[in-house]
């Protein structure tokens, strides 16, 4: 019964039903005796939201991104880490509480930032990101780090950059020196391109990735070749992620 429940939730899925949509309208076009050149657009959208909605796809991009950390796991010396810096992604605001939060990833990596600094004493707890809100993201982790037990003298505040390569050169000005040691700390996804940048500031820049977005196949085999808004998300994310590693290479 749970394997028939969760494939009934997969056809629920929003992604999957506007899928079946485009294939109705597909099938209507061409019975209506139009011209076979007039619905290629219409088919080149199905394939692209069938093949971006689908969990083969999806966890191939995102395997494609996180790999080098996926076999070729941190094993360095984290006890000699000087600093451990996270890396912001982004903040939401709602007005009726009068507050601002980290976004879900945000907090993800802020949480594996404190689990780190608690296991390697580093002297410096560094919080990067401005965002668009009226707080920045630096802020935000800030406080939230110190909720969470970081000493309040131990937290720096970066927060005047907007992307990862002004999130590098601001930890760099807060510093002023290559040979510090850097615990960096970011998605698994934004490692790659976070690493390559701060290793141009930093001779020793540690990775350590807060979560992953690849996972090992598994569940219903019908459920992974259904379109899902989950799988269409994290697509989303890598092809955002693979773009902006081509742009800084360009740059």
Not at 63 to 82: A, Q, V, W
Not at 172 to 190: D, E, P, Y
Not at 201 to 207: H, K, Q
Request: charged residues 20%.
């Amino acid at each position: 019964m749970d394997e028939v429940y969760t494939v009934l939730k997969g056809f629920l899925d929003p992604l999957f039903m506007v899928f079946v949509l485009l294939l109705i309208s597909f099938v209507v076009f061409l019975l209506n005796f139009k011209k076979k050149s007039d619905a290629l657009l219409l088919f080149l959208c199905i394939v692209l939201i069938y093949g971006a909605g689908i969990a083969p796809v999806a966890n191939y991009l995102c395997y494609y991104l996180e790999k080098d950390y996926i076999h070729s796991p941190n094993t360095g010396t984290r006890n000699n880490i000087d600093a451990i810096v996270v890396l912001g992604n982004g903040t939401k605001e709602i007005k009726t509480l009068k507050e601002t939060f980290s976004s879900e990833i945000g907090y993800l990596r802020l949480l594996h930032a404190v689990e780190v600094y608690n296991k390697t004493g580093a002297r410096y707890f560094v919080c990067s990101g401005k965002g668009k809100s009226k707080i920045s993201e630096a802020e935000v982790m800030a406080k939230l780090a110190e909720k969470l037990g970081v000493p309040g003298e131990k937290i720096r505040m970066e927060a005047d950059s907007q992307n990862t390569s002004e999130n590098a050169a601001g930890v760099s000005k807060m510093f002023g020196n290559k040979n510090i040691s850097i615990g960096l700390v970011t998605s698994a996804f934004h490692m790659k391109r976070s690493e390559r940048v701060f290793k141009k500031y930093f001779n020793n820049v540690v990775p350590l990735p807060a979560h992953y977005l690849y996972e090992s196949p598994r569940g219903n085999i019908v459920i992974r070749y259904i379109p899902q808004s989950d799988e269409l998300y994290k697509t989303s994310i890598a092809f955002r992620e693979i773009i902006a590693q081509l742009w800084y290479r360009l740059k």
